[in-house]
């Protein structure tokens, strides 16, 4: 029962992660019908981006916290910006072209940004600090360490705010009018480019967060190491039911803890041979079961069809 529940605990803290990037992928499907495929290499540039800032301040005498939240800051502010480029210069132009072209540059834009990442800051893995206390919390047998606390409760904060801004804020309702009829909205006085590039800079700094978080929860950080959480989190999103909010949160934490549970079992039923790194079975495994049975995902799609 122990391990079950350490088991939850993991896939909580996982799932978390793949919630944040969920939400920069549905977002920005929900608005312009792309599935920007760059959107992982957003979170590996948050995630060097905090490694250089960290390990530049390494010897300043800063306290872990205040080391984690100027990172944090400098991750935002160069996801931000990148991804507000990215949009402009790769996404804009082909806006109304067929959709296979966007899909394309969006799997380009993903190579360049490794490559680009490979070349600044070299190819070699590289262990990123401990900012916080290590001493794990006894929860009664399950243990969770003071940086999955913090996951887990910036995560709340976050997603909280980011239904409070989508929900209850004028630039939220000319977001949901954009993703409705962009057309429409513009003679409404929205203005559709403003709105879309905000989705950007909205999703590219959820994913900076989470680029930190994955890279202060891992201890390493790497050029590659977008491609695979962008994959499940884009797994995520569609699992919840992709262009819908809520969906992309109820989908990040159901696929964390699938593959934390599954990994863990599976881990146990042939003594530890198979494990962690078989988790991805079952991630997949249930999106293919859930688009089977329900193609729409499991809250369904929110976003009305365009004429």
Known sequence: METFFQQIINGLVLGSMYALVALGYTMVYGIINLINFAHGEIL?????????VVSALADSGLPGWSLMLIALACAVVVCVTLNF???KIAYRPLRNA???APLITAMGMSLLLQTLAMIIWKPNPKPFPLLLPTTPIDLGG???????CVILGSTVMILATLMWLVNHTKLGRAMRATAENPRVAGLMGV???FIISTTFVIGAALAAVAGLMWAANYGTVQHTMGFMPGLKAFTAAVLGGIGNLAGAMVGGILLGL???IGAGYLGELTGGILGSHYADIFAFVALI????LRPSGLLGERVADRA
């Open 142 to 148: 399950p243990v969770i360490t003071v940086t999955q």
């Open 98 to 100: 067929p959709r296979l």
């Open 191 to 193: 203005k559709p480019d």
């Open 85 to 87: 480029l990215v949009e």
């Open 258 to 260: 699938i593959e934390a």
């Open 44 to 52: 590996m540039v948050g995630a060097l981006v905090s490694w250089t």
């Open 289 to 292: 079961l859930v688009l089977t």
